[in-house]
């Protein structure tokens, strides 16, 4: 069973920070792509960023140069690191993650963690 586990988040002020983190865990051969999504109320779900497992990265523009998505492949965890957070960044984000089992590739999520930015 593999499991995401997210952590982070919460209430910051406009012009804050904030920094989430996910780690898989269960009978994980490897990791391919690792993601972060955000869905806002009302919204559809986006997709904010993306993480090879060789460490290429890609952001949505609304977040290019203020939001970065690392991982630590030992451990099995992708991070994102949130500054200069805006009222509009306020979502449910969620982890997302291409794993590599024993005689598949399987796409699995996270539970989703709220942040929200007050202005």
């Known amino acids: 069973q593999v499991q995401l586990v997210e952590s982070g988040g919460g209430l910051v002020q406009a012009g804050g920070s904030l920094g989430l983190s996910c780690a898989a865990s269960g009978s994980i051969f490897s990791i391919n792509t690792m993601y972060w999504f955000r869905q806002a109320p009302g919204k559809q779900r986006q997709l904010v960023a993306t993480?090879?497992?060789?460490?290429?990265?890609n952001y949505v523009d609304s977040v290019k140069g203020r939001f970065t998505i690392s991982r630590d492949n030992a451990k099995n965890t992708v991070y994102l690191q949130m500054n200069s957070l805006k009222p509009e960044d306020t979502a449910v984000y969620y982890c997302?993650?291409?794993?590599?089992?024993?005689?598949?590739?399987?796409?699995?999520w996270g539970q989703g963690t709220q942040v929200t930015v007050s202005s």
């Open positions: 993480i090879t497992s060789g460490g290429s990265t």
């Open positions: 997302a993650a291409d794993i590599v089992l024993e005689r598949a590739v399987r796409a699995y």
